[in-house]
């Protein structure tokens, strides 16, 4: 058996040995997984469970030929980069080839966080510059340097202060604008149209309106005397509540920002046409899908200026103690003892499959076809479920809103613990996130099918009845649905091209959310 322990030995060994920091899903009762397979986890007592929470199993749990590329690499050789291995440069070229040819060099490294702090050294040591925009509910690792710039993690501390050298702005929700969001960039928002009580507003060209946000952040930075290195963002906010820009969005960013003679930093792909190259782009763990493998990629000039500060760039994924003066062989031994360098063999076989895998059973399309189709029945859920304030995303990765009202868009934060956890016990596994916690994320593995999708809606919708009763909120007007979607002009488009309707909340959200003391809050995954 793949369980070693009993239950709550386990639970008692973790509560003993692990940092009380590191949340568990559903703390109120723990779920033990002993193996996975594809988008199904099991716990120890065989009980399936269906995943909508491991995007970064991206290619489905224990794919065979990953385990089996892997291992194999594993049983011939691991070692670190600094031997010429043709795993490494393979996987540079395939990584190389999803993106614009400007993004030639890679670095690559063992997580998230590191990738995207050696994008804030390479950054900073091209402009010679030191500050950074980001965006507001952002979040883009857990190192100091980034925690720094990750207003995310600022909501838990209610004294969080932002050093001098970060700036953030209003996150770009696609296509709406909600009239909280800032009073002087509504004043400049040629209004398209109002629902009911005005609360929702569309500009036409929502892009410029935030870009321009940008712009003027720029210009108060440089009053100051203050010099901008690079702009960061996730290109779909993930954390912040799957967040997406309205298109355009990231061009007329990145128009600003080289005019300030800093840089743009995508963390992680998913470029917005072919007008939009970010000088560095920094990838995460589902490229390695759970191993760990990460990477930098940008362009030669960078790359060119990095290697020129004369540093020299290698790591592992502990920090490896200096050796004493002349000490080649405690050197030695450190190198074996801790192996798994970014970039090393079996990191870079493994990444090799998955990309062989989301080619040969067509992930894309399927996260596309599947997606669709999951979007398409939670928007039915939404015409007639007042809960769900919105219903947002790409392919499979899709936030539902609830809020206690439509129209004030209270966030119903203890509503989304409440699904989260009457799914469990539909062995239905789910997260909530955003800065209130009340958006429910579907990031399932890409190879969830449609009747996963249909069988997560049926569950759903009686959570929600439920839910709704106790709270008093009347279902909608089902037949008038029609009507109703004729409104969102926005909404209907975004079903047509997958573009995302806006998100309510970032920039209307409290700079300081109240802090949960709601002990069965589920920690927000990945
Ligand atoms: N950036 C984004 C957008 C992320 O979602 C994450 C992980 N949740 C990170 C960076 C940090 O990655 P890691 O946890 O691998 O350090």
Known sequence: SAEKLDKSKTLFLRKKHVGPSCKIFFSQDPIKIVKAKGQYMYDENGQRYLDCINNVAHVGHCHPDVVQAGAEQMGTLNTNARFLHDNLVLYAQRLQATLPPALSVCYFVNSGSEANDLALRL??????????????????????????????????????????????????PGGVHRSRISSNLLHRLQVQMCTEAGTERTTPDPAAAYADDVRELIDRAHEKGRKIAAFIAESLQSCGGQVVPPAGYFQQVAAHLRRAGALVIADEVQLQGADFVPDIVTMGKPIGKRTPVSCVVTTAEVAQ??????????????????????????????????????????????????????????????????????????????????????????????????????????????????????????????????????????????????????????????????????????????????????????????????????????ASAPKRIRKETNSRITPAAD
């Open 123 to 172: 950054a900073r040591n091209f402009t010679g510059h030191d500050d950074i925009i980001t965006l507001e509910n952002a979040y883009h690792g857990h190192v100091s340097s980034l925690i720094d710039i990750s207003p995310y993690k600022h909501h838990q501390l209610p004294d969080a202060e932002l050093r001098p050298s970060v700036h953030v702005v209003s996150a770009a």
């Open 305 to 506: 200026a990095f290697a020129s500060s004369g540093m020299e760039y290698f790591n592992t994924v502990r920090p490896e103690p200096p050796p004493p003066p002349g000490s080649a062989l405690i050197r030695a031994s450190a190198l074996v003892q801790i192996p798994q360098f970014g970039g090393n063999p079996v990191s870079c076989a493994i990444g090799l499959a998955v990309l062989d895998v989301i080619g040969k059973e067509d992930l894309q399309g399927n996260a596309v076809r599947v997606g669709r189709r999951l979007s398409d029945l939670l928007e039915a859920l939404k015409r007639k479920h007042p809960l769900i304030g919105d219903v947002r995303g790409r392919g499979l990765f899709i936030g539902v809103e609830l809020v206690k009202d439509r129209l004030t868009l209270t966030p119903a934060t203890a509503e989304a613990q409440e699904v989260i956890y009457k799914l469990k016990e539909e062995k239905i596994l789910l997260s909530a996130d955003g800065p209130h916690r009340n958006v429910l994320k579907f990031k399932p593995p890409m190879c969830f099918t449609p009747e996963d999708a249909e069988l997560v809606a049926a569950k759903l919708d009686p959570v929600l009845t439920e839910l709704e009763e106790v709270l008093g909120l009347k279902p909608l007007d089902v037949p008038n649905v029609g009507k109703d979607r004729s409104k969102r002009t926005l909404s209907d488009e975004r079903q047509q091209h997958h573009d995302g309707i806006g998100a309510p909340h970032p």
